[in-house]
Nanobody
Framework: QVQLVESGGGLVQAGDSLRLSCAAS????????MGWFRQAPGKEREFVAA????????RYAESVKGRFTISRDNAKNTVYLQMNSLKPEDTAVYSC????????????????????WGQGTQVTVSS
């Protein structure tokens, strides 16, 4: 069992930056690939970014590529999402998730393949 707790959300203006954190507990953190997903009101949940167990493979949604950076610190059991140049369309609840499957070092962009989820943190970007 893995417990995930996100933090770092808030209300910012367009062009600002935020760093989200996701602290994991309950199991061996470096056994899991980690992902960030977001859901805006009235929209489907969408993939944002993912990182494999050792941080050597990253993947991003096209909409955030070049602006967001995912990273992890296995010693601190934490995954981060650095979000720069935020836009109003980035407004959503951001959730981190843990993928327990070994995918030969690859990462999944599908939420259904992540076994554990945090409660989410709200990010609101005003124009």
């Amino acid at each position: 069992q893995v417990q995930l707790v996100e933090s770092g959300g808030g209300l910012v203006q367009a062009g600002d930056s935020l760093r989200l954190s996701c602290a994991a507990s309950g199991s061996t953190f470096n056994n899991y690939a980690m992902g960030w997903f977001r859901q805006a009101p009235g929209k489907e949940r969408e993939f944002v970014a993912a990182i494999n167990r050792n941080g050597g493979r990253l993947r991003y949604a096209e909409s955030v590529k070049g602006r967001f950076t995912i990273s992890r610190d296995n010693a601190k059991n934490t995954v981060y999402l650095q979000m720069n140049s935020l836009k109003p369309e980035d407004t959503a609840v951001y959730s981190c998730a843990a993928d327990t499957a070994y995918r030969l070092g690859l990462v999944s962009i599908y939420g259904s393949e992540y076994a554990y989820w945090g409660q989410g943190t709200q990010v609101t970007v005003s124009s």
